[in-house]
């Protein structure tokens, strides 16, 4: 029933942005946690970055100080915003809804492709 769907993804140049987008809809659980994780072919998906209830965040060190995570209750959107994005960066981005009830929610994952 809980359909997350990312958006924003694309092919971008070193030291460009990109602003990623998931917006939310059937969530029926309180939420513990929203985050971005992202993958490469070959790899074990990594979490980027994370943001609890309270507001506090989470980001991985390769990415601090460039991405920021954010949401928007009004809107049920979580964002990515993607700053001084590097080639390192080149990934699939899934956002992640966690659950207090101790389960949680993938949306379909948006492509990021950053060329040096």
């Known amino acids: 029933q809980v359909q997350l769907v990312e958006s924003g993804g694309g092919l971008v140049q070193a030291g460009g942005s990109l602003r990623l987008s998931c917006a939310a809809s059937g969530i029926i659980f309180s939420i513990n946690a929203m985050s971005w994780y992202r993958q490469v072919p070959g790899k074990q998906r990594e979490l980027v970055a994370s943001?609890?209830?309270?507001?506090?965040?989470n980001y991985a060190d390769s990415v601090k100080g460039r991405f920021t995570i954010s949401r928007d209750n009004a809107k049920n959107t979580e964002y990515l915003q993607m700053n001084s994005l590097k080639p390192e960066d080149t990934a699939v981005y899934y956002c992640?809804?966690?659950?207090?009830?101790?389960?949680?929610?993938w949306g379909q994952g948006t492509q990021v492709t950053v060329s040096s």
């Open positions: 943001i609890v209830s309270g507001g506090i965040t």
């Open positions: 992640n809804v966690n659950y207090f009830v101790g389960s949680s929610s």
